[in-house]
């Protein structure tokens, strides 16, 4: 495969420095012609605010629309590459659609005034990256430690890479400043940040990889020697990035042997992990003190519980035998049930709630005829597609009478698990970085 | 992630089986036993859905486990994992070991530390520590299986376990709402 694959990129290489000329115009265009498609959506949404049935099959409409235009460009620009940046582009930002338009113009400026410049090699780059299809295990660890960086930090790697005949260490060199560089911008572009973090990550991680592809593609050129160079150096890198070890420092007055730094560091450890489990606790966040948390950790458990006693004997109570029908449940009561159950979705009535979840359908059917890769996916969107096909693992009896029950407290519930982690689920974010570790954990 | 949404799921199917069992193997019971019943379902429910992996979960399902008429309900709701189960028995003699180890560790602790503590002043640190000891006791009893962890893996567990009884709680209480529904009309 390493053989194949950088012969395979010098192909594209000569292909893309033939087209490069053509592609400032045509990313150029491009751009326009997005904006142009983003000024007309808000115009739309605007008339469709009014006919809320409509509002997501059009925009999904729309959206195809606009990909597949991209698609068409991208496909002169990369000839005949499977996937096409202007998909992925489009993509994190489709999570943002119910927003108000304005932090999407925000959004898309950003982009531009970001990626403008050397848009051509950006696009090039992610073309190559696409298909160059490195070893994703490298990619990922890559990735994993590229996550901080921006989208500058790709238009100027590009542009290191363009360059082509330097030294690694000068590319070292090159990417120490183009840190600093995204550093700066992120203080600048912070009111994006919250909603480009996704996509930068994968644009990172593409980045990586293009990374990886074109330092293999140079030792095609040149000589097969510095192959091991270049991947030693890779690695080099990412550990400088993000050490594997814990850095300890102790203050001042502090012992230093090694058993009480090992202490402090399991202390900071149960601390951050108490700091999760007071965010998941109510009424948690104004108690300092491990013992008052304690405190109300365990009333909370014991009320929890509790509540399980109560809600079992009450269950028994209400039934005089134990198998319950579930068949009658779900075909008659649970819906009623479910909006008497949240009284919060009292404002929205059922007839409300139900074009709702016709729309989320709709808006999933568009998106799987889109046919992406789940990878590219920010994770509400997962939500939703997760809960959309769920019912297909139930049996069938389950299957037509339990779909509005799955979806609708579904939604709800994510509300709240995500307020929890202090969210808003109606922008339709991504979860935060800080409650990464606390989900992980849960998933382990 | 382990979304949540397919959490509740997991967790409603088994504990509908679970219940589905119960019901055909006894006709009549009083009300004490249909409750005792049904929450052992849930319970194992919640544990089976998170098996392997937390320590809370495998503690619980072996305290189940442990009675004879509640091991077939057990055995049919963990279904088809029985390389699960058998890791679970593995686990759960692992954790009774421990906790024989640590309780004769805590009593050799307990008497060095009188003879320590006894002349030494009181101080608002030591104090302080004690609450927290002891909390962290109440809590060991509270997380199922916690006597046998240590503190960071007990909050850890803690977190775990306070999002399944989360969900357990949204699902029978969705489920208790349904039921009194259709009994009133």
Redesign the interface.
Known sequence: MNRALPEMLHCLNTSVGNLAGNCTDLTVLDRQRTRIKWQQEQFQQQQQQQQQQNYFASQGQQLQGLINGDLRLDQVVTRSLKVDPGLENGWPDYGKFPLPKTGFCEESTGFESAGYLNGSAFEMNYAISRTASCPPAVAEAVAAVADGKGKESIVTEKLSSAVGKESFKKRKADKAQNSKVVAEDDSRDKRIKGCAEEEDSKMTEQNSSKNNSSSNSKNNNNNRENSGDTSKENSKVSEVQKPDYIHVRARRGQATDSHSLAERV?RE??SE??K??QD??PGCNKIT???GM??E??N???S??R???F?????????P????N?D??FA???F???T??FPTLGATSSEMANPALLQLNQLQQVISCCGLEMGMIN?PD??LR??TS?PV??PENFLDTSYFN?IQ??TT??AD?QNLFGVDIHQGRS?PFPSQP??D???? | MGAPTSLKQKFLKKWIMGLQICGSSKKEMGILERKKAIKLAADVAMASTRTATTCWSRALIANASKCDENKMLVEHIMGSSQSERLSVKSACMGCNKRIRSKKILGRSKSISRVKKIAPQKILANSIAKRLVKKRTQVLKSLVPGGESMDEFSLIEETLDYILSLRTQVSVMRRLANATEHSNRK
């Open positions: 399991r450890k149960i992990r108490m999760y489990l998941l606790v003190g491990k013992a304690l405190d950790i365990i909370y458990v014991q929890l519980q509540q399980v006693e809600l079992s004997m009450k269950l028994a109570a209400v039934n035998r134990l198998d319950f579930i009658n449940f008659k009561e649970v009623p049930a479910c008497a159950s994770p997962m939500g997760r809960t769920a693992s139930f799955q407290p579904s519930w994510d698990l979860t606390f989900t954990n849960y998933e382990s």
